[in-house]
C-alpha cells in the first residue's frame, strides 16, 4: 500500500464513518507525483475540495508529519488539473510552519528564568542539548499553569528544527489512540508510531492514575525507547511519588533519570513573564500596571494571558486606554472570583436554573440546542472561576477532549466579542455565582 493510503486509513479512524465516506473515500494519491516534500491528492469535485481543506487538511498534513518525521507539502487538486500542469491551478496546499504538535511560541527564549523554575529550565535546556544523553528520562513537576508544558515542548521545538521525529502527547490523547488502535486492530502501528520516534513527550501524567491497561502498554513503550537511547520527557503536577496509582515498576522508571521540581513564580519572575506575553500579544502596559497585576494574581501564570486578553478586549470594545484604574475595574471581578471556592457542581446548578434545564442534561450527550447553549455557558464559567484544568473540564461535562473544551471556550470568547448581549449575560451569571458561595 502506498504511504497516501495509509495515511487515509489512519484518517478513517480518526473520523466518523459518515465523514470518511461523504468525502475522504474519494481521494485518491498519486503515488507518481508525489515524493518526500510533497503529496498530491486527486479529488472529484470542488465540494470535496473545499470540505477537506476546511476540516482536514492539516490533519493529513499533521499525520505526514508523524509517518516520515518531516512536514509535506499536500496538494489537493481536481484529477484533470493537475495533468494540465497550471501552477496557478493547484487547489489546496497545506504548509505547516513548525511542528503541528508543537507551540512553536512555546520557546526557551520566551521562557522567562527566575528562582523558582530555573532547576527545571536548566535540566530541560541540558536536555534539549544532549538528547537521550543526560537525563533521560526527565520528569516535570509542579502545579497548574507554571510553565511545565511550556519548558517541554521548548526542548521539542528544538529538536523538532534539528529534523527529529518528535511526539508530543497527553495521557489523554495517547490513551484515546490506544484504545481506537485496539478496536481498529492496527496495535502494530500504534506501536510503531510511538516506539519509533526520536524524542517521545509526555503531558500530564499523573491520569495515568488507575488505567492499568495503559500503563502496561505504556511501559513497553518506554522501555523500548529507553532501551534505543530516544529521549522521553515526562511532566506531571506532583512527583512521582504521590501520584498513586502506579504499577511500582512505572513508578520507579519515572524516577530514573532526573526529577525536577516548578515552583510558583516570585515577584520579579512574573512581572518578567508579564512584559513577555505584552511583547509577544502586542499589549501596552504602563511599569506601573505591569506590577499592579503581577502581585494581585497568584501563582498560575496561565492567569496572565487571560487578564491580557481582557484588558485587551475590553478597551477595545469600550474604546478605553488602559490606565491602572481600568485595570483595577477588569481584574476586581476576577480576584473576588478566584478567592471564593467554587466548584462545578454550584456552576451547572446555577446555569441550569437560570436556562430552566436540568443540571444532568448539561452533563449528558443531549445536542439540543439550549442543552448545548447551557453546556458552553457552564464550561466558560467553570474555566474563569474554578481552577480544574482542561482534561479535568472534558471528563467532567462528558467532552472528548481537552481539545473540545478549548474550542468551546474559544467560541465564547467569540461570542462575548460579537455579541454585547451575550457578553452581559455571561457577566450577570458569573457575578451571581460568585455572589452566591
Ligand atoms: P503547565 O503545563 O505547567 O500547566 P503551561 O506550560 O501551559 O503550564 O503554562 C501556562 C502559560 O504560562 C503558558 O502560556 C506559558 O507560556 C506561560 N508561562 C509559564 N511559565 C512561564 C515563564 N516562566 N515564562 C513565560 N511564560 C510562562
Ligand atoms: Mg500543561
Known amino acids: 500500500m502506498n504511504i497516501g493510503q495509509e495515511i487515509l486509513n489512519t484518517l478513517k479512524e480518526e473520523i466518523t464513518e459518515v465523514e470518511f465516506n461523504r468525502y475522504i473515500k474519494h481521494l485518491t494519491y498519486d503515488a507518481k507525483k508525489s515524493n518526500s516534500n510533497s503529496a498530491i491528492f486527486y479529488a472529484p469535485n470542488a465540494i470535496v475540495i473545499s470540505w477537506i481543506k476546511n476540516k482536514y487538511s492539516e490533519k493529513i498534513a499533521h499525520l505526514f508529519e508523524i509517518k516520515i518525521g518531516h512536514k509535506v507539502l499536500i496538494t489537493i487538486t481536481l484529477k484533470n488539473r493537475i495533468q494540465s500542469k497550471k501552477k496557478t491551478e493547484k487547489i489546496v496546499e497545506v504548509k505547516q510552519q513548525g511542528s503541528s504538535l508543537l507551540n512553536p511560541s512555546h520557546s526557551f527564549s520566551n521562557f522567562m528564568v527566575g528562582g523558582s523554575n530555573q532547576f527545571a529550565y536548566a535540566a530541560v535546556k541540558s536536555v534539549s542539548e544532549n538528547a537521550g544523553k543526560v537525563y533521560n528520562p526527565l520528569f516535570i513537576y509542579g502545579g497548574v499553569g507554571l510553565g511545565k508544558t511550556h519548558l517541554m515542548q521548548a526542548a521539542g521545538n528544538v529538536f523538532y528544527n534539528e529534523g527529529k521525529v518528535v511526539i508530543y502527547t497527553t495521557v489523554e490523547q495517547f490513551l484515546n489512540d490506544f ?11 500504534f506501536r510503531e508510531k510511538y516506539r519509533k520516534c526520536d524524542v517521545l513527550l509526555i503531558d500530564d501524567i499523573q491520569f495515568l492514575s488507575n488505567k492499568e491497561g495503559i500503563q502496561e502498554e505504556f511501559f513497553h513503550t518506554f522501555e523500548a525507547l529507553k532501551g534505543d537511547g530516544k529521549q522521553i520527557i515526562f511532566t506531571a503536577d ?26 510558583p513564580p516570585e515577584l520579579e519572575t512574573k512581572i518578567a513573564i508579564i512584559e513577555k506575553k505584552c511583547e509577544i500579544n502586542k499589549v501596552v502596559l504602563t511599569k506601573e500596571i505591569i506590577n499592579y497585576i503581577a502581585t494581585v494574581i497568584d501563582s498560575n501564570v496561565r492567569e496572565i494571558e487571560g487578564i491580557l486578553s481582557k484588558l485587551h478586549a475590553y478597551s477595545q470594545l469600550m474604546h478605553i486606554d488602559i490606565d491602572l484604574e481600568f485595570t483595577k475595574n477588569v481584574l476586581k471581578d476576577q480576584m473576588s472570583e478566584k478567592r471564593a471556592n467554587i466548584d462545578m457542581d454550584t456552576i451547572t446548578q446555577y446555569v441550569a436554573k437560570d436556562l430552566n434545564i436540568k443540571p444532568s442534561e448539561i452533563k449528558s450527550k443531549g445536542r439540543s440546542k439550549n442543552i448545548v447553549y447551557a453546556r458552553r455557558i457552564s464550561i466558560f464559567i467553570c474555566r474563569e472561576l474554578t481552577k480544574n484544568t482542561m482534561p479535568q473540564l472534558a471528563q467532567y461535562f462528558g467532552m472528548k477532549d481537552h481539545t473540545a473544551i478549548s474550542h468551546t471556550i474559544k467560541k465564547i470568547n467569540d461570542l462575548i466579542k460579537e455579541d454585547e448581549d451575550f457578553r452581559l449575560k455571561i457577566e450577570e451569571l458569573t457575578n451571581k455565582i460568585t455572589a452566591s458561595s
Do not use: C, Y
Not at 481506537?180 to 492496527?186: A, K, L, P, V, W
Open 238 to 263: 506532583k512527583h512521582p511519588k504521590k501520584i498513586g496509582g502506579l504499577e511500582a515498576r512505572l513508578q520507579s522508571r519515572f524516577e530514573w533519570g532526573l526529577v525536577a521540581d516548578i515552583q
Open 179 to 189: 484504545t481506537r488502535s485496539i478496536r481498529n486492530n492496527t496495535m502494530e502501528r
